[in-house]
């Protein structure tokens, strides 16, 4: 009797092992399928809202830059760079906008990938000698233009190369990704049609882009305009001598607005204004990072509009 009891109670306690290990495991795989495959950190606006859209539910993202910060400007802090180093991807834009990318991919773990969003596509190098210029600061003259999210067609070449490289780092959910690509690329057809309907709007002989800064080179390249940039990709100090030639080719081409730029010094292109007295038009989204504007569609939506309210009347 005393035997039996025994063996029941043993018999008891593998069955509790058994839920107990079973109770685990269901634990165990809720909490790896609720981290999402990839946690992705980015490095600008634009590039996130690209990291949301090919990762899908695949990714968590950790934006290091939030929208509205200044990005020729911004440092990563210590957290930035503890959130980098625990990320399986940093996100970067890349063509040497993150000045500060060099050390940051020294301080990372051997385990982060570095993907720079920029590699897919051409480059935009600044020179006067380029058509798509109607001058540009001699400071920055030979330099490439980094801002190429103004490029929609340059954007939906990001997502595929992008879904390629998160393929890579999660080849399990590699076919989610293209999948994720080929869809947003889809919207940005449509998006880039819309754009191009628009600016058909703007006489050929008035598509001359006066901004506060050289972010505009792919937009001027896919749009067909001459960009007339007051200073140089980076912004900083501008020459009295290349004012005096901005404002030459303003009036020589009558050009009859000039565009601030949100986060942008207004100093210099204000002396323009006043100097050739030709319209202000409304602020453009030069750097893509506006606080209110944190999607791709919603950045180009906004410039379009500004531009055609300002040139197409």
């Known amino acids: 009797m005393h035997q039996s009891a025994i063996a029941g109670s043993g018999s008891s306690i593998r069955k509790a092992l058994i839920l ?154 590699k076919d989610a990704y293209t999948s994720n690509a080929r869809v947003w690329g889809k919207k940005l057809d449509a998006l880039e049609t819309w754009a191009k309907r628009e600016i058909s709007r703007i006489p050929r002989s008035k598509r001359y882009l006066v901004t506060a800064h050289a972010a505009f080179g792919y937009f001027c390249r896919d749009f067909g305009f001459v960009s007339i940039p007051v200073a140089g990709p980076s912004e900083g100090n501008v020459s009295s001598k290349y004012l005096a030639e901005a404002i030459g080719q303003i009036r020589k081409n009558s050009v009859s607005v000039a565009f601030p730029e949100i986060n942008a010094n207004p100093r210099a292109l204000d002396s323009i204004i006043k100097t050739t007295g030709i319209r202000r038009g409304k602020a453009l989204i030069a750097d893509g990072s506006e606080s209110s504007t944190s999607t791709y569609r919603a950045f180009i939506e906004h410039n379009i509009k500004v531009i055609i309210s300002g040139l197409a009347g």
Do not use: Q
């Open 20 to 173: 107990l290990g079973l109770s685990l495991g269901i634990i165990i795989a809720s909490l790896a399928s609720s981290r999402a495959g990839l946690e992705v950190a980015t490095l600008h606006p634009m590039v996130t809202d690209l990291a949301r859209e090919v990762g899908g539910k695949h990714v968590i993202v950790f934006p290091l830059m939030k929208a509205g910060e200044d990005i020729h400007n911004f440092r990563p802090s210590s957290s930035d760079m503890a959130r980098a180093r625990s990320a399986d991807i940093l996100l970067a834009s890349g063509k040497g906008l993150e000045l500060y990318l060099p050390r940051l991919r020294k301080a990372l773990s051997g385990s982060t990938r570095v993907i720079e969003a920029g590699n897919a596509v051409r480059s935009v190098k600044l020179s006067a000698k380029d058509a798509l210029f109607a001058c540009c600061p001699e400071h920055a003259a030979g330099s490439i233009d980094p801002h190429w999210w103004h490029s929609v067609s340059g954007m939906k070449r990001a997502a595929a190369y992008v879904a390629r490289e998160f393929g890579k780092t999660d080849p399990a959910n």
